[in-house]
């Protein structure tokens, strides 16, 4: 049995905990010129009353990937 994704959990949780680091997650959250609205689909997923589809599952997947490549060089200035 194939459960229905549920849009109400992981991606409000994810969007409450950008709120402890504001400056850093700016650009991600309200869209930048080089980082455009990368979070847009996180964003529609937990604004959705039922549950997410496969199509959602698979646009979110990519913002991830896009999110974690705008970070990445960040930290590896760090160390």
């Not at 700016?26 to 010129?33: F, N, Q, T």
């Not at 959602?56 to 705008?70: C, G, K, Q, W």
Request: with cysteine.
């Amino acid at each position: 049995m194939i459960r229905p994704l549920m849009p109400w959990t992981w991606d409000v949780c994810f969007l409450m905990g950008t709120g402890f680091a504001p400056k850093l997650w700016r650009p991600v959250i309200r869209g930048h010129a080089a980082t455009g609205d990368i979070i847009a689909p996180i964003r529609k997923v937990s604004e959705t009353k039922g549950p997410a589809t496969h199509k959602d599952a698979a646009a979110v997947a990519e913002a991830l990937v896009n999110i974690r490549s705008y970070f990445m060089p960040r930290r590896k200035q760090k160390f």
